[in-house]
Every structure is written in C-alpha cells, then in structure tokens.
C-alpha cells in the first residue's frame, strides 16, 4: 500500500460510507477527536486510503482507513491472478506455485490488519531508536482498530522531487536508504519488503528521511539471516562453490538438483550482487544489470532443468532489493555498496524482535 503526501484530491470511498466506517471505529460522535478532518484522502492505494487530521490534543496525524470488503476479496483475487498465470502459461507447468499463493495470500490478510501493522510500526520504531537520520511514525493506539491506523503525520516530500530540485542529494540520500535496507536483512533480521519511492519521504528542515508502511514487514529468524549473510560473502568472493552451499541454504537450490541447474542458479546470483561486488561507487542508472538478469532468468526458465521457485520470504527480499535497485537508478544515484556491506558485516547482529 502506497502512503504519498501529494494527493489526487479523489475520494475513493464516498462521504457516506467514510463516515459510518469511522463511526463504527470510533463512535457516532467520532468527529469529537478532532479539530479538523480533511475528508479528501492525501494518499490513496489498493486496501485503503489516507487523511489529514488534527486531534483535541493538538497532534497532526495521518488517519489511515481500510477500504470495505478488502480481506473478504483477498483470497479470489490471488486465485484469479493464479488462474491468468496459468492460463496464458507464464510460468513452466513443472513448477509448484500453491506455497507462493498460500504465502501472498497470507501477507496480504497481514497487511490489511492494521493492528498488526501498528505492533509491525512500533517493533521497528523501537529498533530506529533515537536515529538522527530515520523518522518511523508513531502509532495512536486509542484511534488504532483492525481497519483504521492512526499515526503521527510525517513532513516530507518524494525522494524523487527532492532530487530533482536538489541533484547535489541525490547520492547521499541513496547510501542512507541503502544502508538502511543492508542492516534489515544482514543484522536486524527483519525487513520493510514494500519499498515503493512513496514511502520514503525526505524533510529538507531537519534532514531526515521519513519511512512509511510497515504492513509489509517482515522477521527472519537469526539462522536465516545468517543465510543471506553468507550467501552475500560467498557471491562477493566470486566462490562458485561456496555460493552453491549457500544458496542450498537458503533454499533456492537443492544439493540433489542437476549440476548445470546448480549452476546456473550460482551464477545468476553472483550477477545481481553485481553491485556489491563492484570497487568504489556503482553506477545504477548506466548498469545494464536489470537486462542481464532478466536474459538469464528467460533462459533458465525455457530449459526443462527449471526446478522451482525460491521461499516465500526470498521472493518478499527479492521485491526489497528490486525496489531499492529501481529507486537509485532512477535518480541516478552512485553508491559504494560493496564498503557499505563490509561495513555492516563488521556489525555484531541484533536480536531477531519479537511482535507481540
């Protein structure tokens, strides 16, 4: 879900219905909270949509509310999604999608239950800390229900119109959003998989960037973030083999698969680490990686060897890594991130939080 400060003035649930699913959050007399409430959402998305508000206590929030019907429709829409898939055979008929469905049907019902995503806010407002660069909205848990989020309502602006007006920003913005999302997955253990350019916002007054939408947060147990972590040395080595027993570990190969499916699985994630692998800044926007790998995946998939598809939650890192590529290649930024991992391989890991 998409959370963007610079609205389309378009309201997508009508008055009526706003307003009785706000009274049954709240009470008939829900417009006693508040001071102002702007009906007119400033962001809106495909589970829900986001107001502007002022409570009796002063505080600017941001009133998220869930559209009507969306958890009941969840189940069929990835269903109808499967059934496209299969109908116009864009996957290889050998492979076994049903966990994959299972688990985005799963993450989706996660993400429309906004208690959990407050209980998801606050985990990693805790883990932030008293950062001086990262802003995490703080949950209002007297407005807070399963289909209304409230939150402190954060300052800023695209990353993407910010380094338009001010290109100077563009590559330390960048290397902080990287660093960020290497710590989540390497030392923390838990990772926002949604990184839509929306949700991060920058605030030009104190210089920081504000995070967003944490429906989509994900925590790895402290043996699977150990897993990545090696996959990553053995890649960043160029280690064939090691890169095999790590990607075993991970589970995006079998030790008893075919040799050159092994392979060619090694060799496709020793290319995406292309930008950890390379010495001084990457160049994003000018790397040609993203057609590469593409090419590589085409192939191995036209090949009967194609054996399966990788873990849920390596296909939710996948969806991170991705955004975050696309992000800095399209405001052109260079990073060096191969010393910003061997920074955070230097890093003790942090204990896996718990979501209670």
């Not at 338009?164 to 923390?188: G, M, V, Y």
């Not at 696309?326 to 391989?345: E, Y």
């Amino acid at each position: 879900e998409t959370e963007v400060h610079h609205p389309s003035r378009t309201v997508r649930v009508p008055r009526s219905d706003l307003h009785a699913l706000l009274a049954k959050a709240w009470g008939e007399n829900w417009q006693d909270l508040f001071t102002s409430f702007d009906e007119q959402p400033f962001a809106a998305a495909s589970i829900g949509q986001v107001h502007e508000a002022i409570d009796t206590q002063g505080r600017h929030l941001a009133i998220k509310v869930q559209y009507p019907g969306i958890r009941k429709s969840i189940d069929s829409d990835v269903d109808n999604v499967a059934s496209l898939l299969r109908w116009f055979k864009l996957l290889p008929p050998q492979l076994d999608i049903q966990p994959l469905l299972e688990a985005a049907k799963q993450q989706l019902h996660d993400e429309a239950d906004y208690q959990l995503e407050a209980r998801y806010l606050e985990t990693y407002r805790e883990r932030i800390g008293d950062d001086d660069i990262f802003r995490v909205p703080e949950v209002i848990h007297k407005l807070t229900t399963e289909n209304v989020l409230a939150m402190s309502f954060i300052e800023g602006e695209s990353i993407e119109v910010v380094v338009q007006q001010h290109p100077e920003l563009r590559n330390q913005l960048a290397t902080k959003i990287i660093d960020l999302s290497l710590k989540e997955f390497l030392n923390w253990g838990m990772v926002q998989t949604d990184p839509n350019f929306a949700n991060f916002r920058y605030n030009a007054r104190d210089n920081t960037i504000g995070l967003l939408d944490f429906g989509a947060l994900r925590i790895h147990d402290s043996g699977r973030s150990e897993s990545f972590t090696e996959l990553l040395r053995a890649a960043m080595q160029q280690d064939l083999e090691k890169t095999v027993n790590a990607a075993c570990a991970v589970g995006y190969i079998e030790k008893d698969d075919p040799f050159n499916y092994r392979m060619a699985i090694a060799d496709l994630i020793q290319t995406a680490a292309e930008p950890a692998i390379h010495e001084g800044s990457y160049n994003f926007r000018n790397s040609s990686l993203s057609q590469r790998l593409s090419d590589k995946l085409l192939t191995l998939r036209s090949q009967k060897d194609f054996q399966r598809i990788p873990p849920a939650d390596v296909i939710f890192l996948h969806r991170k890594l991705a955004g975050i590529y696309l992000l800095c290649a399209n405001i052109n930024a260079h990073v060096d991130v191969r010393t910003k991992i061997h920074d955070i391989f230097e890093l003790p890991p942090e204990p896996v939080p718990a979501v209670i």
